[in-house]
C-alpha cells in the first residue's frame, strides 16, 4: 500500500486526529531532502588558491567534501568589476563553473557560495592572479553580523512559537482539560511564531545568496529561502502553528485533535531541517529529532498554562499538575535518550566538546538543562504532592520554580539557535579527512596526486600518470619529492610503489607543517629518460 493510499484510508474512517497526524508525517517525509552530510567544506580548487596562471583559463572548478549546489559564483576582475558565473555543471562533488571572458593580468577574485544538505550557505574565495599578482580587488565582507543576529532572533522566535504556543495550546487541551489559564500567552506564542517563521524564510535567502537586508522583498530572496530544506521547516512549522491555534479558537469538540496534530507538527517540522537531521545514518536521526522536538514543547509548553493555573485558580490545578507529573516522567526519559544519541552522534569525540564552538555551545545548553532538571526534580518529588494537597505557600514556591525554569527553557532556546552558524564536530570530521589535491599538467606528462588526509602528520599519497595528451604512461619509477624551502624544510623524497589497479602509492610519508608546499614528481621513463614535473598543493592544519 502506497503512502498516498494508506492516508485515503485512514481519512475515511471518520478519524480526522489521525488524518491530520498521517498527513503531516507523509508531509515530512515528502520533505526530507536526500541522504547528506552537513557544511560542505570546500577541499581543492582549480585554479589553486594563490596560484600564479600564465594562460587563461577555460573552466574553473571547486570541489566540496559533500555535494553541494551553487547559490551565488562571482569573478571579481583586478578593477573590481564582479562579473557574474552562470554556466557551470556539477559533476558529483565537484562544480565545474565555464570562464565567460578573457582574463586580463593581476590578481582575480573567485567567489562562491553554495547550500549544503543541512539547509545552511556556506562561502569563501579563491584568489589567483594571470601573469603576475596585483593588488587584490575588494569584496564584500562574508559575514554580514546583522543579518546573523536577525537569522538568530528570528529562530528564538520561532522556537517560542512551536514550543511555548503549539507545546502549550496541547497542554491546554489534554492536560488542562480545556482551562483557561496561560491561553492568551500561548496565543501569544503561536503568533509570535506565525510572524518569525515566514520572516526567517526571507532572512535564510538573504543568506543563501549573501545579500543584504535591502534586498528582502525581491521574490528571488524567498524563492532561494524556499528551495533549502529548511524552507520545508517553515511550511511544516506554519501548518503545526495553525493547529495550534485552531485548537484554541476553533471548535471546542476538535481541540484535542488539533493540538495533537499540532504537536507531531513541531517534530516534523525540526527534523526537516538541521544539522541534526541531516546527520547519518538518518533512518535514525530524524525520527530521534522528532521525538526530542515533540518532548520538548510538550514540557516547555505546559509551564506557562501550568504556572498560571496554580497561581490564579489553585484548586482548578491540581487536576493539572497531576496529569502533568504523571506523564512528565516518560517525556523526560524520551528527551534524555534522543538528545544523548544525536549529541554522540554529533560530537563524536569528548575533545570536541571544547574544540569545537558546536562543542561548547553544548556544554552551555548541559549546565542549563543540569538546573532545569535539578529544579524538575525538586517540583516533582517534593512540591508536587503538598501543592495538589492545597498548601498555600508550596503552590507559591511551584509558581516560582515554574518560572524560573520558563528563564531557563528560554536561555536553551538562545544556545540552540547558536548552533545554526556553527557545524558540528562530525562535519568538520568529514572534511579533516579530505585529501588535498593537485592535477599536474606539462606537455609531457601530467598526473593527479592526493594526499591523505590533506592535513599535518602522517599521511599516505596516491599518484595516477598519464602522457601528456591523457594516454597510458608506463614508467619505470616514480618518486614524490615535497618541499617547502620557506619554511626552512629541507625536500621530503620518497619512491612510489606502483599497485595492481596502475596507480602509485606513498606510505611512508610525514608532512610536519601546514601551507603551501611544491609537490614534484620524477618519472623515470627509460634507463635514458626522466621527465619531472611540479605544481604548488596546499596542506591544511
Known amino acids: 500500500m502506497s503512502a498516498a493510499s494508506l492516508l485515503r484510508t485512514v481519512c475515511t474512517t471518520g478519524r480526522p486526529a489521525i488524518c491530520l497526524l498521517a498527513a503531516i508525517v507523509l508531509f515530512a517525509a515528502i520533505a526530507a531532502p536526500s541522504p547528506a552530510f552537513a557544511h560542505a567544506a570546500l577541499i581543492t580548487t582549480e585554479p589553486a588558491d594563490g596560484a600564479v596562471l600564465a594562460q587563461n583559463p577555460a573552466q574553473f572548478s571547486l570541489t566540496f567534501s559533500e555535494p553541494a549546489s551553487p547559490l551565488v559564483l562571482t569573478l571579481v ?55 603576475a599578482p596585483s593588488a587584490a580587488p575588494a569584496v564584500s565582507e562574508a559575514v554580514d553580523r546583522g543579518l546573523r543576529s536577525a537569522i538568530w532572533i528570528g529562530k528564538v522566535f520561532l522556537y517560542i512559537g512551536l514550543f511555548i504556543g503549539v507545546g502549550g495550546a496541547f497542554a491546554i487541551a489534554w492536560l488542562a482539560k480545556g482551562g483557561h489559564s496561560g491561553r492568551r500567552i500561548v496565543i501569544a506564542a503561536i503568533l509570535c511564531g506565525l510572524v518569525a517563521a515566514p520572516l526567517s524564510l526571507g532572512l535564510q535567502g538573504l543568506d543563501a545568496l549573501g545579500a543584504p537586508f535591502a534586498r528582502l522583498a525581491q ?30 479558537v476553533g471548535p471546542r469538540g476538535g481541540a484535542k485533535l488539533f493540538a495533537l496534530a499540532g504537536l507531531a507538527g513541531v517534530g516534523a517540522a525540526l527534523a526537516a531541517s538541521g544539522h541534526a537531521s541531516a546527520a547519518e545514518p538518518q533512518w535514525l536521526t530524524r525520527p530521534m529529532v522528532f521525538l526530542h522536538g515533540a518532548g520538548i514543547a510538550f514540557w516547555a509548553g505546559a509551564l506557562a498554562p501550568l504556572g498560571l493555573a496554580m497561581r490564579r485558580k489553585p484548586v482548578e490545578a ?34 570536541a ?16 538543562l543540569f538546573f532545569l532538571f535539578t529544579l524538575a526534580v525538586i ?19 511551584l509558581c516560582r520554580s515554574i518560572g524560573i525554569e520558563m528563564l531557563i527553557v528560554l536561555a536553551i532556546f538562545g544556545v540552540a539557535a547558536g548552533w545554526r552558524f556553527t557545524p558540528p564536530p562530525r562535519a568538520l570530521a568529514i572534511a579533516a579527512v579530505q585529501p588535498a589535491s593537485v592535477h599536474i599538467h606539462t606537455p609531457k606528462a601530467m598526473a593527479d596526486l592526493s594526499i591523505t588526509p590533506g592535513h599535518v ?20 619509477q616514480v618518486t614524490l619529492v615535497l618541499s617547502k624551502p620557506d619554511s626552512g624544510i629541507e625536500p621530503i623524497k620518497r619512491a ?18 601546514p601551507g603551501r608546499w611544491t609537490a614534484r614528481l620524477d618519472i623515470l621513463i627509460s634507463d635514458f629518460e626522466i621527465v619531472k614535473i611540479e605544481a604548488p598543493i596546499d596542506i591544511r592544519p
Open 318 to 351: 491540581a487536576p493539572f499538575l497531576r496529569r502533568f507529573s504523571q506523564a512528565i516522567l516518560p517525556v523526560v526519559a524520551v528527551l534524555a535518550a534522543t538528545g544523548i544519541v544525536l549529541a554522540v552522534i554529533q560530537v563524536q569525540a569528548p575533545a
Open 77 to 131: 576582475q583586478p578593477d573590481g568589476t564582479p562579473v557574474p558565473l552562470t554556466s557551470f555543471r556539477l559533476n558529483g562533488q565537484t562544480i565545474e563553473i565555464d570562464n565567460p571572458q578573457t582574463l586580463g593580468s593581476g590578481t582575480h577574485v573567485l567567489s562562491w557560495r553554495v547550500i549544503s544538505a543541512d539547509g545552511h550557505p556556506v562561502g569563501g574565495s579563491v584568489l589567483f592572479s594571470i601573469g
Open 457 to 476: 602528520g602522517p599521511v599516505a599519497a596516491s599518484i595516477v600518470i598519464m602522457t601528456g595528451d591523457f594516454g597510458p604512461l608506463d614508467a619505470s
Open 496 to 513: 612510489a610503489t606502483k599497485r595492481g589497479d596502475g596507480t602509485w602509492r606513498v606510505d611512508d610519508l610525514v608532512v610536519p607543517v
Open 353 to 368: 566538546l571544547l574544540e569545537s564552538t558546536y562543542g561548547r555551545l553544548l556544554l552551555i545548553k548541559l549546565a542549563l
Open 379 to 397: 517540583n516533582r518529588w517534593k512540591l508536587t504532592g503538598p501543592a495538589e494537597a492545597g498548601e498555600t505557600e508550596v503552590q507559591r514556591r
Open 219 to 248: 521574490p528571488g530572496v524567498w524563492q532561494a529561502g524556499l528551495g533549502t530544506s529548511f524552507g520545508w521547516t517553515v511550511l511544516v512549522a506554519l501548518v503545526a502553528l495553525g493547529l495550534g491555534l485552531l485548537s484554541l
